[in-house]
């Protein structure tokens, strides 16, 4: 069954830095990887994908994730934060397959401090 | 346009009693999902419906909870007999296309659910 694992549940950076936010999955076939993100008191919207086409998949507010299979990882990265950009992010992955079923990971809390 | 909406935004009961949870998805949208998120965690995948059906239900926790789209459309979740492990923030969303073809999930602002 697929997984992913969100390594580091809160995360803090200046603004202006380098964010970097964790996600390895787990799949026995290719998988399509999805980071959302959930602003206080809103729902989950969709930031970036992955469906196998780019390994390096651009999606909104400046951030961006590659894929990387011999890590098993999908890394959502933003060369620079802003204070708008605290939030909760999720890496969710879903295996192809028959089912339609999406696995979220733990969440990360992202901090910006001014 | 509008997004998905769910009723009650937010639900306190006691324990024991019955509780139903609606969504409304956008128009259209064929795929319907319903999550439970408990404080500090990721989304828990509970069950989803392709159209009328429920294409998966695996996430369901046990029969005290079911969940019912009869036209297509709205769905309800519904749990009986409510515990205090049932408290959590209730997502629903929905999908145009299926997610294993790397369609996106729209969700609604949930429904809190306090049993106490």
């Known amino acids: 069954a697929q997984s992913v694992t969100q390594l580091g549940s809160h995360v803090s950076v200046s603004e202006g830095a380098l964010v970097l936010l964790r996600c390895n999955y787990s799949?026995?076939?290719?998988?399509?990887l999805f980071w959302y993100v959930q602003y206080p008191n809103q729902g989950l919207q969709l930031l970036l994908k992955y469906t196998s086409a780019a390994t390096l998949v651009k999606g909104i507010n400046g951030f961006e994730a590659e894929f990387k299979k011999s890590e098993t990882s999908f890394h959502l990265t933003k060369p620079s934060a802003h204070m708008s950009d605290a939030a909760e992010y999720f890496c969710?992955?879903?295996?192809?397959?028959?089912?339609?079923?999406?696995?979220f990971g733990t969440g990360t809390r992202l901090q910006v401090f001014p | 346009g509008a997004g998905v909406s769910q009723t009650p935004s937010n639900k306190v009961t006691e324990k024991g009693k019955y509780v139903e949870l609606r969504c409304d998805p956008i128009s259209g949208h064929t795929a319907l999902y319903w999550y439970r998120q408990s404080l500090g965690q990721g989304p828990e995948f509970l069950i989803y419906f392709q159209g009328t059906g429920a294409a998966d239900d695996s996430g369901l926790p046990n029969d005290r909870f079911f969940a019912v789209r009869p036209e297509g459309s709205v769905s309800t979740l519904k749990i009986q007999r409510t515990e205090r492990g049932d408290s959590a923030m209730y997502l629903c969303a929905s999908s145009a296309s299926r997610t294993s073809q790397g369609g996106e999930l729209f969700f609604g602002e949930g429904s809190r659910l306090t049993v106490l």
């Open positions: 799949s026995s076939v290719p998988p399509y």
């Open positions: 969710a992955v879903t295996n192809g397959g028959n089912t339609d079923k999406l696995i």
